[in-house]
C-alpha cells in the first residue's frame, strides 16, 4: 500500500470525524439548486434548518457595507415587525445568506414568506416603509477599517461619500433592483433535520415555482492589486481592540481545502477562533481579535515570524498539521450536530465549491498531500506582506487643518 493510500485508510478510520450525511439533490427549471439532508446529527425534536444563498452582496452593490441595496433586503425580509416565521441574514462581500430554523409544520409558510419577500411585484408598501424608518449609516467599526486596509482601491473597502449614498431607497429603486440581481439562477436552498425528504422538495418547490431569473448581471470588481507590504492603520475613533490577520493571496482552490487549512493554521497561532472572515474571488480576510496593547503585541509577533518563517522554507511540522486537522475535526463536528450547523454547512460547499460535502472530505485531502503540500499551500496563500494591523493603539492621523 502506497503511504497516501495508507494515510487515506487511517483517516477513514477515525472515530471522533463526523460521516458524511445521505444528501438528495434535485432543482428546479429556473435554477435553484435544492439540497436536502433528511437528518441532522440525531436531531429528533423536529426542528428544520433552511438556508438560502443568493450569489450577490455589499461588494456587487455601488454602495459601502450596510448601505446599500443588499443590507435593505436583508432588513425588509428580516423584520419583525409581524408575527409570523422569522429568518435571519448573513451580507457577505459576495453572497447575501437567509437562515432560519422552524417546526417541520411551519417549514412550507416559512419558505413561501421568504420567496415572496424577494419577489420584487410583491414588495408590500407598508413594510418597507417601516424598515427605512429605521435606516441608517452604520457606525465605522474596526472591521471596516480591516477591509480599507485590505481593498483600499475598489468598493470591497472604500467607504463611498455623497449625497447619493445619504438616503435609503425608493420603493420603486428597490422593487427594479429585485427585478435585475435576485433570482433563483445560481441560488442555492439547503433543507437540514427531522423531516422527510419529499415534505422538503415538495414544499420547496411550491414556494418558489414563480421565483424568476434575475433580469441582470451583476458587476464584477475590478482587480485588487496584492499588498506591496504588510499595513498597520488606526481603528475608529472609540474602539478599543486589535484587529490583526491577513488578506490571503488568491490561489485556484477548487474544494476549499488551502484556505480551510489557512484558517486552522492561523487560529492555532492566535489561540481561538477569528473575529472576521471574508471570501471574494480575489483572496479572503481573516482577523482576530487583541483585547489589549500586549495581547496584540504577542499577536502581532506570533504571526509574523510563523509566517516570515514559512516564506524562508521553514516547512510545516507533522505536529502543526495535525493539529491544525484536529481542529478542522472539531468545528466540522460542532456544525453538523445540529440542523443549522449542518445546513450552513452544505450550503457553504455547495455554493463555494459545488460540492455540498466538500468539508467530509477535507482531512483525508490533506492528510493524503501531506505536510510538505500542506506548508507550501501556506506559504503561497499567506506571505508577509499579506499581514494586517488595524490598531487602537496605533496613532491616529492629525485632523487636517491642525
Known amino acids: 500500500m502506497r503511504f497516501a493510500e495508507l494515510l487515506l485508510a487511517i483517516g477513514a ?42 450569489p450577490f452582496g455589499w461588494t456587487d452593490d455601488r454602495a459601502q457595507s450596510g448601505r446599500g441595496f443588499a443590507a435593505l433586503l436583508a432588513d425588509y425580509v428580516t423584520f419583525e415587525g409581524e408575527v409570523g416565521a422569522t429568518w435571519s441574514a448573513d451580507l457577505e462581500p459576495e453572497r447575501l445568506c437567509f437562515h432560519g ?23 408590500e408598501e407598508t413594510r418597507f416603509s417601516q424598515v427605512g424608518e429605521a435606516w441608517r449609516a452604520p457606525t465605522p467599526a474596526s472591521t471596516d477599517r480591516f477591509r480599507e486596509a485590505a481593498w483600499p482601491t475598489t468598493r470591497l473597502g472604500r467607504r463611498p461619500r455623497g449625497a447619493a449614498e445619504e438616503r435609503a431607497p425608493t420603493r420603486e429603486e428597490f422593487q427594479r433592483f429585485l427585478g435585475e440581481r435576485c433570482g433563483c439562477e ?22 418558489f415555482a414563480g421565483f424568476p431569473r434575475a433580469r441582470g448581471v451583476a458587476p464584477r470588481e475590478p482587480i ?23 488578506r490571503t493571496a488568491w490561489r485556484d482552490d477548487p474544494a476549499g481545502d488551502g484556505l480551510a487549512l489557512a484558517r486552522a493554521f492561523l487560529a492555532q497561532l492566535a489561540g481561538g477562533r477569528e473575529a472576521l472572515f471574508e471570501r471574494t474571488r480575489q483572496g479572503a480576510l481573516m482577523a482576530f481579535r487583541a483585547g489589549d496593547e500586549a495581547g496584540a503585541a504577542r499577536l502581532r509577533e506570533a504571526f509574523a515570524a510563523r509566517i516570515e518563517a514559512l516564506a524562508a522554507g521553514r516547512p510545516l511540522s507533522g505536529g502543526e498539521l495535525a493539529a491544525a486537522l484536529d481542529r478542522l475535526d472539531g468545528e466540522l463536528a460542532e456544525a453538523a450536530a445540529s440542523p443549522a450547523g449542518l445546513a450552513r454547512l452544505l450550503a457553504d460547499g455547495a455554493s463555494m465549491h459545488e460540492d455540498p460535502l466538500a468539508a467530509f472530505g477535507r482531512r483525508r485531502r490533506l492528510e493524503a498531500a501531506g505536510a510538505e503540500a500542506a506548508g507550501a499551500a501556506l506559504r503561497g496563500l499567506l506571505p508577509p506582506r499579506g499581514l494586517i494591523e488595524v490598531s487602537a493603539w496605533f496613532p491616529r492621523p492629525a485632523p487636517e487643518g491642525s
Open 224 to 246: 485588487e492589486p496584492y499588498p506591496a507590504r504588510p499595513r498597520r492603520t488606526a481603528a475608529p475613533t472609540g474602539a478599543s481592540e486589535a484587529l490583526i490577520g491577513f
Open 13 to 54: 478510520a477515525r472515530a471522533d470525524a463526523p460521516a458524511p450525511p445521505e444528501l438528495h439533490e434535485s432543482g428546479l427549471e429556473s435554477g435553484l439548486r435544492l439540497v436536502v439532508a433528511p437528518q441532522a446529527g440525531g436531531a429528533g425534536d423536529g426542528a428544520v434548518a433552511a438556508v438560502l444563498v443568493l
Open 186 to 207: 445560481g441560488a442555492v436552498l439547503v433543507v437540514a433535520g427531522a423531516a422527510p425528504t419529499a415534505q422538503c422538495e415538495l414544499a420547496a418547490s411550491r414556494a
Open 101 to 123: 430554523t422552524f417546526a417541520r409544520e411551519t417549514l412550507a409558510e416559512a419558505l413561501s414568506t421568504l420567496a415572496r419577500r424577494l419577489t420584487a411585484d410583491a414588495v
